[in-house]
Structure formats: structure tokens, C-alpha cells
């Protein structure tokens, strides 16, 4: 292939490539498989390097930069970056109405949802992504670029001629789930995890180095024309030619034709606040016509035609009243805040997390300072900072504790690593955490075996380690305060029926690290049984298909422990189920299922059971190697993605029929 021809095939790759990006990445509408994608990219790769001087900062091939920046440059926005104006009621949005109406008349407005993210401003000229940039000061901003570009929903190069020379608006953030995946990742392997969504966008957009910026689950919504060569009359117009043009674009906008059906809007927004999947902190109303814009104007501060209504605030300020030490099922200690009883977003909060004693010094977090509280979705309640200004020189820092506050050994911690650990696996805290572990919900599913139970069967030093639950008899059970004898045979019983559990069970329960139920249903599907899974080698283990290598590797340790393979040894000797026979052809054999909504006549565990009996494996979160996705009343954003990925989504009742 000579020079022109590369060219020629470049180009067409290039294309190709950034239509499938769109499709995957904006519309959730994928139509090629990863393979055939990686080859496309490959293919661009190769090329590129063979004719390097055909590599233009628009290929696909240029999202993530080779070296880290020294520093960002200033930059000056084509037209400021206005905040806009609060407001806290209804009475106050027909107030904004009203002061519009002194100027303009037929006023229509467009209601978005109000992403809590970081700003962002990205200019095109002739069609082509040249810089990206923060809000900063509103009239200049930090130039991140290099990182806006590994967020493969923003396009390097815009469709058609819609929009050609352009500066746009956007919101980028970081998705609720793709958080919670990152924070539980960063745990496991003792890394710095993120306070909250906001604070994960932001700061990962002020990394010098884009190869850590391309590693983290930033998305981004564009919401705005500010600067263009092109006749647009309206912002519904706008919006329109952001998305021809490439651009993701929150689907929840609306035209409105007055100030009431505005406010109805924002109240359904609020409704679908919790069901989203990316946090929102309040509604955008925005008057529709562009030239309504100019006569409307500005103020120094904010746009007079536009105006942002807040939700119920998700914040709130109170006292921490002390900083209480919990010693975790791998003997991680980590700090948490006692907090003076306050609501946050419609519920009590007295107790939040403070992740470790790296964050807490970095906050600068003492005990009798004010905090702000923060509580996303179903996330933990955290502490977010300390109000400095409100000291008054009494508060007192919380310094790493030497000894483990449950047993009195030296705590430890290992080099390169945030976790401080308490090394007694005998200890109590310990056990108690992997006893209420191995006996939950999605592990052996004991019953009636709660907290409280727990520590008393401690006390009475009835348990040693998990496997004398096994042990126990009904009168031992009778000898704890608050069991009566019905109680105690429930209890009992359900430690009894726990001992069938299938095999992926016990090895979730097991609380290896790294390996959650996912992973267990894999292992279990690989391996008939423990002893066979305990002969595995880490190499074995790594052809697993979807078990990483840390997985794999955490595995290999457990069983090479002999107090581990004692506590097997122990289970099988009380008649713990530890192997399975495998039944060939089985109807759902490998087919992965993903549940979203309630159900009716069964619960979770228990269809969860079912797929698992016929071969089946249960993910939490949907891709497009899911199989089934099955909806019951009110599903949430499963279903939506489920929906654009044209995923084989079935109801209850066909679920029943399937596993019948």
C-alpha cells in the first residue's frame, strides 16, 4: 500500500471507527462486537505507524497522551462562563417568570436535568475538537484537553456540517454505578478512594497525566451552544444539532410551554432523581428562543433567560461529636465520624465514613469540628470537609491507633499501602465480621442470625471461627439472652438448611478478597468443587474467562494457607455441601441473566437460586454479553440500557416459564 492509498484508508477508518464510538458510547446502541472494534482500532494503529506523519490530534487513535504535563495553561473562553442564579421554590421560578415577561412576551422555556458535575467548555474549529477547558473563573479556564479527549462520548471530530466552528457547553461526571465499581476496585486494593461522584469527575479532570485519566468511568452531557457560525433560532433547535452533530445530550430535556408546566417538570425530575444513574442536584429552566437570549441579557453574575431551580438539598451541616475506630472482616481500621443526629436528603444521618486515616489527615477532620454531610443515592453517608471557619481552637485530631481497638495487638501497615490493619485473625471484631458475612443474605443466607446474636455467641465463646455455627445446639442457642424456644429452633433450622447451599455460595461466602458473587458463579461453573478449586494454581485461575488476575492470585493464596484449608476440612466434616454434580446440558447452561425491579411472586435470592440450578449465572450489571434481562415493577436504569442495547429483556412471568 503506497502513501495515498494509507491515506484513503485512513481516513475511512478513522470514520468508521469514530461512527462506532458514537453509537456505543452516546447512544448505547452498539453494532459491531469489541472484536470487530479492537481490529478497526488496530488496523488505524498499525497504519499510523507505518506513515507517522499522517497522525492528526483527531484520530482515535490520539484520546490518551504518552507522557504526563508539567502543568495546564490558561486559556480564555470564546464567550464567558456565566453561574447561574438559585432558586429554592416554586414561588420563586414564577418570580423569574415574571421579571422575564417585563421584556419579552411568548415565552417558551426547555427544563434539563441539572447534572452535579464539572463544568467543562470544548471548542471546534472547522469541525475539530482543538482544546477543552474548566470553567475556572468564568472567563478563564484551566486547558485540559489532553483528558477531555479520553472520554470517548466527546466526539475529537463532529458529523456533518450541523456545526463546524463551535463552543460548546457540557457537564462531565461520573456515573453512580461506574463510581461504586471504582471506589469497591480502589478498596480491594487498598488504593485512595473518591468521597463522591462530584469530587471523582473533578478531580480526575485535574490529573496531569491522561493514561490515569482514561482509566476512570467519566461520561459527559453537552448542554449548550455558547459561540457558533451557524443561524440557530432556537435552544430546542440547539439541542438538536448537538446531537446530529455527535454530542451526547441528556434525553430528560423538555420544551414547556409556560411556567407551570415548568415547575410540573421539575417536580417529576425530583421523582426520578433517585432512579437515575448520575447524580443531579437540581433543574435547568431556560427560556427557548435564542433571540429572546439577547434582549434578555446578562447581569455581571448570571444569564437573566435562564435560571437553575436546587432539589432538597443531599447536604447538610452538623457536629462531629467523636471519631469511632471499626475494625473490618480483613482487620482494615478505618475510621467513623459520630455524627450530632441531622437529616440529609429526607434521612437521619448519625453515622458517616471517613474511608481511612489518609483521607481523614488530608481533610483535616478533627473530632468537635462542624462538617458537611453528604449522602449519594445508596452510597454511604460521608464527610466531605470540615468548616475550618466554625473552630473555636478545642478540636482535636484523631491520630492512627498503635494498638487494634478490639484485641490490644500492634496494628500493621505495609508499605505503599493506605489500609492499617490489625494482624490477630483471632480477633473478635475480625470474626464477627466474617461470621455476619458468611452468614448474609447473598452468601449462605442464614437467618435470624443478626448482630446482636453474633456477639453474643462471641461472649460466650460459643464460636471460634465460622464453621462452629455448625456446631451448635439448641440449648447452647437457649442459653443466649432473648431466645425463646421457638426462636432457637428457627435459628437453628436455618443454620441446618444452610448447609445445602450451592457451591458458588460458599465460595462468595468464604470472603476471599477480590472474588464477589460474580466471580463465585464462575468459579463454581470452572470447578465442580472446593477441593478442586483449591488444587488450582494462580496460572490455572487466570484462564477463568471474566476472573481478573488479582482475583486469581487472592484465590491461590487462601488455599495455600493451611488455617484455610482447615476450616474446609471442618465444613465438610459437619456436612457443609463443598462439591456439585455437574448435570450435562443443563437448559441455561452459561446464559447470563441480570434482574432489575421487584418481583412479584418470588424474591431476589430465590430466582437467583433458579438460574443458578438450571447452569445460569446472575450478573449485577448489564452489558452485551447479558443474555436475559428480566423486569419486574418500577426497574431502574438496568432497563434502560438494557432497552438500547436491544438485550433479550423478558417479563416475570416468561422468566417463571423459562426456569420451569
Known sequence: MNKNEAKKEIKKLREQINYHNYKYYVENNPVVSDYEYDKLLKKLEKLELEYPDLITP????????????????????KVPMLSLANTYNYDELRDFDDRVKKYVLDVEYVVEPKIDGAGVALLYENGVLVRGATRGDGVRGDDITQNLKTIHSIPLRLYGDVLKNVEVRGEVYMSLSGFKKYNRKQ????????????????????QLDSRIVAKRPLDNFIYFVSYNDKDLKTHENALDALKKAGFR???????VKDIEEAINYCKKLEDLRESLDYEVDGAVIKVNSLAQHKILGRTSKNPRWAISYKFTAKQSTTRLNDIAIQVGRTGTLTPVAILEPVEVGGVTVSRATLHNFDELKRKDIRIGDTVLIERSGDVIPQVVKSIKEKRKGVEKRKIIPKKCPVCGTEVVRAEGEVAVRCPNKNCSARLKWRIRYFASRDAMDIDHLGESTIDKLLEEGLVDNIADL????????????????????NLFDSIEKSKKQDLSRLIYSLGIRHVGKYAAQLLAA?????????????????????LGEKSADAIA??????????????????GV???EERKKDLPLQGKKFVFTGGLVSLTRPEASDLVKQMGGIVASSVGKDIDYVVVGESPGSKYEKAKKLNLNIISEDE???LVS
Open 470 to 489: 455448625y456446631f451448635l445446639k439448641k440449648e447452647d442457642i437457649l442459653k443466649l439472652g432473648g431466645f425463646k424456644e421457638k426462636s432457637a429452633q
Open 577 to 579: 455441601k463443598t462439591k
Open 58 to 77: 483527531d484520530s482515535p487513535t490520539q484520546r490518551v497522551g504518552e507522557e504526563p504535563l508539567e502543568g495546564f495553561k490558561t486559556v480564555e473562553h
Open 249 to 255: 445530550t441528556n434525553p430528560l430535556a423538555k420544551k
Open 526 to 546: 470452572k470447578y465442580n468443587s472446593i477441593d478442586e478449586l483449591a488444587k488450582a494454581s494462580s496460572e490455572e485461575l487466570k484462564e477463568v474467562y471474566g
Open 655 to 657: 422468566f417463571k416459564k
Open 187 to 206: 478498596s480491594e486494593k487498598e488504593g485512595i478512594v473518591f468521597a463522591n461522584p462530584r469530587n471523582a469527575a473533578a478531580g480526575s479532570l485535574r
Open 557 to 574: 493464596t487462601f488455599f495455600a494457607t493451611d488455617e484455610n484449608i482447615q476450616l474446609i476440612d471442618k465444613l465438610k466434616e459437619i
